[in-house]
């Protein structure tokens, strides 16, 4: 019964940032210093994970691969599709929900505690609207940019691991990177970056927003709101999968 309570309430809050239309114009500045936190404030985690995933996926494919009838270009194609279609868009929106999530939590979990949000209901302001769906909009927005990086980081990860080991040479990468190459992997990973982008920035909004307490309850919203967003965004990319491959 508590999952659908909270379900409802979640719901609810979706509903409410759209059932009072305001000037839009005085959310701009809102909007734009959420892409600001969320996508320069991740760009450092995402860079150096990104680059890591994609080194140690071209050494271990390599390890695994022994067989001389393989060729090496086969490396290249394993690195390129598992970075597009698993790493980039699961890992690194993993990681984001831990960075921006909790953050997100914390900040309109304080923001409750100190009757903030109460003060600014008082003034007339939707604070649905005013305070969560600036974040959203920003996350789909910066998030699936974070992605794409991501992705081109990863595979440069791996084609620099790959020649300074010795394992395959830069043209064998490079020739291997267009073999069998499938665009409709990138259409997917774009799937995936929008679909947890709304999950990272929805579910931390709605256990901060509702949080009661003080600070010893933010930091448990804070940190249940990351455990379900990971739950929810591995939930989700079996769905996607099961329904787009």
Known sequence: MSFFTHFGRYLLMLKGM???PENMRMYWKEFMHQCVEIGIGALGIVV??????????AVQTAYQ???PIIPKSTIAQIVRDTVILEFAPTLVCIVLAGVIGSKIA???GNMRVSEQIDALEIMGINTKAYLILPKIVAAL???PLLVILSMALGIWGGRIAGTASGILSADTF???LIENFMPFNVRFAMYKAITFAFIISSIPAFYGYFVKGGALEIGRS???SVVVSCVMILFA???LAAIFL
């Open 141 to 143: 927005i910066t998030i």
């Open 174 to 176: 490079d020739r291997g």
């Open 106 to 108: 914390s900040e309109l």
């Open 48 to 57: 150096i994970i990104s680059f890591f995933m994609g080194a140690v996926s």
């Open 222 to 224: 804070s940190t249940k």
């Open 18 to 20: 759209f059932t009072k």
């Open 237 to 239: 990319d079996y769905l």
């Open 65 to 67: 691969l022994v067989s």
